[in-house]
């Protein structure tokens, strides 16, 4: 079985212990100092004749520019769009300006950047059925890899299937390079993984969900690594940097290997999620993904805490949920999320995860399997200072009040976190249990 990424990269798909045959279409990660440079040679190799180079003002000057050189001098015909905007947001508007922009004589996409404009280039060729790649600026996320894009649709924070770039091209003298904001970010996206692993066993055992043991390794093992170079990321270490780089792709990857973003993401991200999807109706802050979800992990890691206290009571939990008011909680995400919580509001009437009936079943299983969930949150979720002090290795926010979010959208976030999507996570755990307030008040204050 392989163990490196390039391993991985290499066979292309594998049948697994899973039973099932995991692939990915990603064809080559190349991470070295001067890897801007193979870009020409790469374009013929993968059958481009025209390249379309997507960015935005920031990455066009940290390697746009210099990539659309590279192509000039090597006699490649090339369009390029770079957004303008100061603050590009992953919308309709941002992929409707891709689209009109493009060249359709172009037969090559090369987004140039990372979060955002790498989830537009693969909506964009997704769409248009060009072959991808993306020069990465940053080692900021775990998106380059997956074979979805993060995006906010109609004010809802959505997953949209795109495509995998065949190539990821990681300049480390670039990435070296990226601002201090951006390398705490990749940070943050890793450690996120300790929660998502934890809640995709949890929701194995309890839903049925299917999990992998391979996979959920592979995403381990990439976590152990970044958190052990974390000191060297602010020294810009290119080894370090290449870790967090290296594991970032391994996460992608193990979203595609697994058909769903269970490996990468949980209640953590959603608490992130959620502070976006209020940037976007009220204006209020929001900081990197990155960063919200390293701030979010530890919220995560804290819940968890208070949950592995817990004793289920049936008759409590049963009560709660007989109390529980829909209608009046839909009107509580309006007045929280704006014009978003509409979509959560219709998903939830096809999900029912509020059904009584199924709710009871659920509890039923909680009880007998108790002491098994407590096993999966000793084994996966570690302490919280062992997380706390790789973020402060380098120096990024721990604390939602760092990057301006109020106690009262640190307490929100967190109480409708679960309504986001159809993904059991620790929160509607906690919902299940009847606990949901009860451990808002203990972590936040009422």
């Not at 890793?190 to 996979?215: D, F, Q």
């Not at 978003?340 to 007998?368: P, T």
Request: net charge negative; proline share 3%.
């Amino acid at each position: 079985m392989a163990n490196t990424i390039y391993d991985y990269i290499q066979a292309g798909s594998f049948t697994c212990d899973c039973g099932k045959t995991h692939s990915s279409t990603l064809k080559e990660l190349i991470v070295e100092k001067g890897a801007l440079n193979r870009i020409p040679q790469l374009v013929k190799e993968y059958g481009g004749h025209k390249v379309f180079v997507l960015s935005d003002m920031n990455t066009r000057a940290a390697a746009g520019a210099a990539v659309c050189d590279l192509l000039q001098k090597s006699g490649i015909p090339f369009s390029c769009y770079t957004f303008h905007q100061e603050h590009l947001e992953p919308d309709e508007l941002a992929v409707g300006a891709a689209v009109m922009h493009f060249d359709p004589t172009c037969d090559l996409i090369l987004g140039v950047g990372s979060g955002v404009i790498n989830d537009i280039g693969k909506i964009l060729a997704n769409l248009t059925g060009k072959t991808y790649m993306i020069a990465a600026t940053a080692p900021s996320m775990d998106g380059y890899a997956s074979a979805t894009s993060s995006m906010a649709r109609s004010g809802l924070k959505v997953s949209l299937n795109s495509c995998c770039p065949a190539v990821i091209i990681g300049d480390l003298d670039v990435l070296c390079a990226a601002p201090v904001k951006m390398l705490q970010s990749g940070l943050g996206d890793m450690v996120a993984k300790y929660v998502s692993i934890c809640e995709w066993r949890i929701a194995n055992l309890l839903i049925g969900e299917e999990y992998c043991p391979t996979i959920a390794q592979m995403v381990r093992d990439a976590v152990h690594k970044c958190v052990t170079n974390a000191d060297g990321l602010m020294r810009r270490e290119p080894e370090a940097v290449a870790a967090v780089m290296e594991g970032l792709v391994i996460t992608g990857i193990a979203m595609s290997y697994a058909g769903m973003s269970r490996p990468a993401s949980g209640m953590e991200h959603y608490f992130s999620h959620i502070w976006d999807m209020r940037g976007l109706a009220f204006g209020t802050a929001v900081d990197t993904h990155g960063i919200q979800c390293g701030i979010g992990t530890l919220m995560g890691i804290r819940t968890y805490e208070q949950i592995r206290k817990l004793t289920p009571n049936k008759e409590k939990a049963l009560a709660y949920v007989n109390a529980f008011d829909a209608e009046a909680w839909n009107d509580t995400l309006r007045q929280f999320l704006g014009g978003g919580a509409e979509a959560m509001i219709q998903n939830e009437r096809k999900e029912g995860k509020y059904d009584k009936a199924k709710h009871a079943a659920r509890l039923d299983l909680i009880i007998e399997k108790w002491e098994d969930i407590l096993q999966i949150i000793d084994q996966e979720i570690p302490a919280l200072d062992f997380v706390l002090n790789a973020l402060i290795a380098v120096d990024a926010p721990t604390l939602p009040s760092e990057i301006g979010i109020r106690d009262e959208e640190v307490r929100g976030a967190f109480l409708t976190a679960k309504d986001i999507r159809d993904k059991y996570v620790g929160t509607r755990l906690l919902w299940d249990l009847g606990c949901l307030e009860e451990v808002a008040d203990q972590l936040f204050g009422k």
